[in-house]
């Protein structure tokens, strides 16, 4: 047998795959359209398409809870506010 027949013994490769068919795409969990992690503008890159995706779902920004500062309540009076005595007559 030649190389001519070696071919037929075998089946013939399906139709190629695109790389849009070799990535399988996640969906962001808010709104659940298919996104590139690449070009997401989320910190949470896997989860979030934007970031408008995820303030929206979270309430806060992953790049503002970051860059957060806590902020000190003003000192309140030293000791508890007790009555004042009130005179009997």
């Given at each position: ?31 659940q ?55 009997v007559?």
């Amino acid at each position: 047998m030649g190389t001519m027949t070696d071919d037929r013994d075998h089946e013939p490769p399906g139709k190629p795959l695109y790389d849009a068919e070799l990535v399988a795409m996640p969906r962001c969990t808010r709104c659940q359209l298919s996104y590139l992690p690449a070009k997401s503008t989320s910190a949470l890159r896997l989860t979030y398409c934007s970031f408008f995706c995820e303030l929206g779902d979270l309430g806060f920004s992953m790049s503002g809870l970051e860059t957060m500062e806590l902020v000190k309540k003003p000192a309140e009076m030293a000791g508890p506010v007790e009555p004042e005595p009130v005179a009997v007559d």
